[in-house]
């Protein structure tokens, strides 16, 4: 639905006089959003037992990860128009580009382990501890989004609050679980 409505703005020039960055920052700040999203389906599960909503965890990462990566290609196509050696000097010197392709590169990563052959390969167990790799990735990403938008600004702490909340959470019942062991 986000992309059916960038495709909409695009058409009907609803995208504003720079359409490039309005792209470019549309595509990524969705697929910030989705990322939580996804984050937040394990902690909602613990505290309201709704163990269904496992299912549809794998389904909204991959969700994310699309956005992502049409945020990465709107960044070389219409941003960098393929100027590979300004996207290399981009990479290595300004360090909320570092953050966010580090990010990429691990929910990259993630989203390959993600098909159901390789999920069986590698083991469920495994595949879940590998995966909370995705609290990395989401702090790479909270903090390229921070850097982004220079000074103090408050929507990147709120999803950083949002972020170190879930994590809490998951803190949380694992101490619990833990406790009940010993
Ligand atoms: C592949 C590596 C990445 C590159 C090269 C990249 C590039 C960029 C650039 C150039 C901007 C700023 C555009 C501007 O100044 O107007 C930006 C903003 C942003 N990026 Fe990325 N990014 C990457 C990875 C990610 C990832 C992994 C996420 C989230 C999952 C993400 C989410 C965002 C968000 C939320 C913004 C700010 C949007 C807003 O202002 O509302 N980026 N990115």
Same mark, same amino acid.
């Given at each position: 639905?986000?992309?059916a409505w960038l495709?909409w703005?695009?058409?009907?020039?609803? #995208?504003?006089?720079?359409?490039?960055?309005?792209i470019?920052?549309? *595509?990524?700040?969705?697929?910030?959003?989705?990322?939580?999203? =996804?984050l =937040?389906?394990?902690?909602?599960?613990?505290?309201?037992?709704?163990?269904?909503? #496992?299912?549809?965890?794998?389904?909204?990462?991959?969700f994310? %990860?699309?956005?992502?990566?049409?945020? *990465?290609?709107?960044?070389?196509?219409?941003?960098?128009? %393929?100027?590979?050696?300004?996207?290399?000097?981009?990479?290595? @010197?300004?360090? %909320?580009?570092?953050?966010?392709?580090?990010?990429?590169?691990?929910? =990259?990563?993630?989203?390959?382990?993600?098909?159901?052959?390789?999920?069986? @390969?590698i083991? =469920?167990?495994?595949?879940?501890?590998?995966?909370?790799?995705?609290?990395?990735?989401?702090? *790479?990403?909270?903090?390229?989004f921070?850097?982004?938008?220079?000074?103090?600004?408050?929507?990147?702490?709120?999803?950083?609050?949002?972020?170190?909340?879930?994590l809490?959470?998951?803190? %949380?019942?694992?101490?619990?679980?833990?406790?009940?062991?010993?």
């Open positions: 639905m986000p992309l495709f703005l695009i058409v009907s020039q609803g #995208t504003g006089p720079n359409s490039a960055e309005f470019n920052r549309y *595509l990524g700040a969705w697929a910030l959003k989705i990322l939580w999203i =996804s =937040s389906i394990t902690p909602v599960r613990l505290i309201t037992r709704i163990n269904v909503l #496992t299912k549809v965890r794998r389904l909204v990462g991959l994310s %990860f699309f956005y992502v990566t049409l945020h *990465l290609a709107s960044y070389i196509a219409l941003d960098q128009f %393929f100027d590979w050696s300004a996207i290399w000097n981009d990479i290595t @010197k300004r360090t %909320f580009i570092t953050f966010g392709v580090i990010g990429f590169l691990i929910l =990259s990563a993630l989203a390959m382990t993600s098909t159901r052959a390789m999920i069986k @390969k083991g =469920s167990r495994n595949w879940n501890r590998l995966h909370k790799g995705v609290y990395i990735a989401a702090g *790479l990403v909270a903090i390229h921070t850097m982004m938008r220079k000074g103090f600004q408050i929507e990147p702490l709120i999803y950083a609050g949002i972020l170190a909340s879930l809490a959470v998951r803190a %949380f019942y694992w101490i619990k679980e833990h406790g009940r062991g010993t």
